[in-house]
T-cell receptor, first 115, second 113 residues
């Protein structure tokens, strides 16, 4: 049982390049989330998914796209990377019966630098 | 709107001191959940506790204790007899609906030996 895994762990991009971050969970969770963590700002929700085939915007969605083609995977895409997207990205998942309050399980994070 | 404020950016203590991390939240909803997460230097996020808005009982787990007061919209976290291994960033978070978490900015705790 690996929990939540993220690929890659580190990445350096040049401005304008694109990339996809992969998140996988083996807990059969319905909900999945992408956050970014910046110094002094805590974690902010980028996009989330309440089930396979669904996605929704979070607090800071601009410049990112997501897809949830399989229940266990949640992909975060950057189509044209900008220096402002330099951050640590965390994926999380939760079981969720539809009510608030389920614990979210976090992946180890991906450190992305855009030069 | 929901908001979580952790006014203490950084706290430094000497080992064995007690330390309290403050968390103040804002929400108009009557049903909500509060969380604390720990982020050690290795970077992962570790779940510490969840408390729902209807349960104001304080909780103690070993050296950790939490004080939830709805009257002041606070959910403070105390570490008793701190240890170097407690050095981390601690996040308070609020969950109102749709299982989306709103995080505070975090408090960096440095415990010196």
């Amino acid at each position: 049982n690996a929990g939540v895994t993220q690929t890659p762990k580190f990445r350096v991009l040049k401005t304008g390049q694109s990339m996809t971050l992969l998140c996988a969970q083996d807990m059969n969770h319905e909900y999945m989330y992408w956050y970014r963590q910046d110094p002094g700002m805590g974690l902010r929700l980028i996009h989330y998914s309440v089930g396979e085939g669904t996605t929704a915007k979070g607090e800071v969605p601009d410049g990112y796209n997501v897809s949830r083609l399989k229940k266990q995977n949640f992909l975060l895409g950057l189509e044209s990377a900008a220096p402002s997207q330099t951050s640590v990205y965390f994926c999380a998942s939760s079981y969720s019966s539809g009510l608030a309050g389920d614990e979210q399980y976090f992946g180890p994070g991906t450190r992305l630098t855009v030069t | 709107a929901q908001k979580v404020t952790q006014a203490q950016t950084e706290i430094s203590v000497v080992e064995k001191e007690d330390v309290t991390l403050d968390c103040v939240y804002e929400t108009r909803d009557t049903t909500y959940y509060l969380f604390w997460y720990k982020q050690p230097p290795s970077g992962e996020l570790v779940f510490l506790i969840r408390r729902n808005s209807f349960d104001e009982q304080n909780e103690i787990s070993g050296r950790y204790s939490w004080n939830f007061q709805k009257s002041t919209s606070s959910f403070n976290f105390t570490i008793t007899a701190s240890q170097v291994v407690d050095s981390a960033v601690y996040f308070c978070a609020l969950n109102v609906y749709g299982n989306k978490l709103v995080f505070g900015a975090g408090t960096i705790l440095r415990v010196k030996s």
